[in-house]
T-cell receptor
Framework: DGGITQSPKYLFRKEGQNVTLSCEQNLNHDAMYWYRQDPGQGLRLIYYSQIVNDFQKGDIAEGYSVSREKKESFPLTVTSAQKNPTAFYLC????????????FGPGTRLTVL | AQSVTQLGSHVSVSEGALVLLRCNYSSSVPPYLFWYVQYPNQGLQLLLKYTSAATLVKGINGFEAEFKKSETSFHLTKPSAHMSDAAEYFCAVKIQGAQKLVFGQGTRLTINP
């Protein structure tokens, strides 16, 4: 079955530690996205990538980093510079095109202790 | 810049009653419009999308939405609510030529037995 996988489902980290969230898709989509979701605030775009080895900052990129070395994978690193990292993180992908639908993974809930 | 406003962060209806979730958008050019549904601790699932074809769009699970340019609205409706419709619903807009989706704040739908 084609789809988007995110791992792990739940993640705990101590303050001051970097952590990497995984996102993999087998839909052969060109574009991939990372969103952050907080209660009552909808989804906010962190980073997106339209093609391998290229990515752009979204609206809230500070404290995050990404890489896109393979078409299928778009990992997100939450660094210690992110002031309030506890949130639900969602990865999405789409065929590269302005009207194309974004399809979402199941999400990773990150809690900083 | 485009934006989305969902009127009502919480909506409660009785089982079998009409569901109406409101979404207004702001865009200087014809937009693409989407409705997504999110069940607790899961990713987003596409309900339906408008891409400038028919103004009345039918989606999954009996939902539909009507694009009204004069009112800049894209309200989501379902004639008869079911308990399984309880979830959070997000309206999103994307303008032509852009990769970014802009999400509304979300509306939590509760179904009363």
């Amino acid at each position: 079955d084609g789809g988007i996988t995110q791992s792990p489902k739940y993640l705990f980290r101590k303050e001051g530690q970097n952590v990497t969230l995984s996102c993999e898709q087998n839909l052969n989509h060109d574009a991939m996205y990372w969103y952050r979701q907080d209660p009552g605030q909808g989804l906010r775009l962190i980073y997106y990538s339209q093609i391998v080895n290229d990515f752009q900052k979204g609206d809230i990129a500070e404290g995050y980093s990404v890489s896109r070395e393979k078409k299928e994978s778009f990992p997100l690193t939450v660094t210690s510079a992110q002031k309030n990292p506890t949130a639900f993180y969602l990865c999405a992908s789409s065929i590269r095109g302005t009207g194309d639908t974004q399809y979402f993974g199941p999400g990773t809930r990150l809690t900083v202790l | 810049a485009q934006s989305v406003t969902q009127l009502g962060s919480h909506v409660s209806v009785s089982e079998g009653a009409l569901v109406l979730l409101r979404c207004n958008y702001s865009s200087s050019v014809p937009p693409y419009l989407f409705w997504y549904v999110q069940y607790p601790n899961q990713g987003l699932q596409l309900l339906l999308k408008y891409t400038s074809a028919a103004t009345l769009v039918k989606g999954i699970n009996g939902f539909e939405a009507e694009f009204k340019k004069s009112e800049t609205s894209f309200h989501l409706t379902k004639p008869s609510a079911h308990m399984s419709d309880a979830a959070e619903y997000f309206c999103a807009v994307k303008i032509q030529g852009a990769q970014k989706l802009v999400f509304g704040q979300g509306t939590r739908l509760t179904i009363n037995p």
